[in-house]
């Protein structure tokens, strides 16, 4: 009786660890073909190769409208990610290649105007961007190299009217930034090296003249600074060691 009570309890035992086993076999299947996933309120709907996505997936609202559109290539996001709004309208379109951004990408707002327009190259920014105001003017021209702010980037008042241009090399202040009146002239000038003003400083008038000059040094104001009268008078004159005024 002992040894048949044991090799039952040894039965029950192997019984159980096949179960657990084909369970987690079960468990671990590799998907294939079409199915529906849910995620939250939203439904997904795309194709499985071996486990990974495959060809476009599609998302769908709560409603049944479609919220977004993937395509997939072994796994990977790969061509044109379109988002659309609740209420039909498309609100950006992404370029991928392998998973990662690549290409042009763009974003709108709910009446069709665009927002954004950004280059990418795996996954960092890289060319052209520009930001835009509501309505379709541009706000921000900007250029990116391997995700940092490179060379000229312009910015403009709501109106289309340049305000600013700075000069940057690989993401920090670097050469001659100028800013502007709204009527386009110059308003000032500074150098900058690594983010720091460096170098010559000059502010004018809005009529043209100098109105302010001076130096900078590793971010400070340095040396002599002159102060000018519409005629182009020195009216004023400030001495600055390390920043500081000297008196």
């Not at 660890?17 to 849910?38: A, D, W, Y």
């Not at 559109?69 to 379109?82: F, M, N, Q, R, T």
């Amino acid at each position: 009786m002992k040894m048949s009570g044991i090799l039952r309890f040894g039965s029950i035992i192997m019984l159980s660890l096949c179960l657990l086993l084909s369970g987690r076999i079960l468990s671990q299947e590799t998907k294939n073909g079409f199915v529906t996933e849910k995620s939250g309120d939203f439904t997904h709907q795309g194709r499985y190769v071996d486990g990974v996505k495959e060809g476009a997936w599609l998302t769908y609202y709560p409603t049944g409208l479609l919220s977004k559109h993937e395509p997939y290539s072994a796994g990977k996001l790969d061509g044109i990610v379109i988002s659309i709004s609740n209420r039909g309208a498309i609100t950006g379109m992404e370029t991928y290649s392998k998973g990662k951004l690549d290409g042009v990408s763009k974003s709108f707002a709910r009446n069709g105007d665009i927002s954004w327009e950004k280059n990418f190259h795996e996954g960092k920014l890289d060319g052209r961007s520009r930001i835009y105001y509501s309505d379709n003017k541009i706000q921000e021209d900007a250029f990116y190299r391997h995700g940092l702010r490179d060379s000229i980037n312009n910015w403009y008042s709501t109106s289309g009217v340049l305000i600013a241009a700075y000069h940057y090399k690989t993401g920090k202040l670097d050469g001659l930034s100028t800013f502007f009146y709204d009527s386009g002239k110059i308003k000032k000038e500074i150098h900058y090296t690594a983010d720091a003003e460096e170098g010559p400083f000059i502010e004018y008038y809005e009529d043209g003249p100098v109105h302010f000059k001076g130096q900078y040094s590793l971010g400070k104001k340095d040396g002599k600074w002159l102060e000018y009268d519409l005629l182009g008078k020195v009216i004023n004159t400030i001495r600055y060691k390390d920043g500081e005024e000297v008196k």
